[in-house]
Nanobody, 124 residues
């Protein structure tokens, strides 16, 4: 299983970025799989951002990003996106995508496979 994130970069506060996570086809061989985004700021623990079920597209979000971030998926491309708007300095960190063969979860330990991460830096 391979997950490859892209789309990170440096942006000013209030700006937008769209992250992508490209997955190998077999990642989504199970009907009830889910994809999640997590982030880790320097010196802090990894935290949940958003997740989506691959089949029905149901989503969950961390309270800190509700109304600003949107997770979506493209089944044909085996890609999951994280559209991030109204970015804040506290959104800075390494963003990781992860997948699990079950419904979306807020807990990183529930996810089985992880990408290498992409850096997002928001300047204030």
């Amino acid at each position: 299983v391979q997950l490859v994130e892209s789309g990170g970069g440096l942006v000013q506060a209030g700006g937008s970025l769209r992250l992508s996570c490209d997955a190998s086809e077999r990642t989504f061989s199970r009907y009830d799989s889910a994809m999640g985004w997590f982030r880790q700021a320097p010196g802090k623990e990894r935290e949940f951002v958003a997740a989506i079920s691959w089949s029905g597209g149901s989503t969950i979000y961390a309270d800190s990003v509700k109304g600003r971030f949107t997770i979506s998926r493209d089944k044909q491309k085996n890609t999951v996106y994280l559209q991030m708007n109204s970015l804040k300095a506290e959104d800075t960190g390494v963003f990781y995508c992860a997948t699990r063969d079950n419904f979306p979860s807020y807990t990183d330990f529930d996810y089985e496979y992880w990408g290498q991460g992409t850096q997002v830096t928001v300047s204030s």
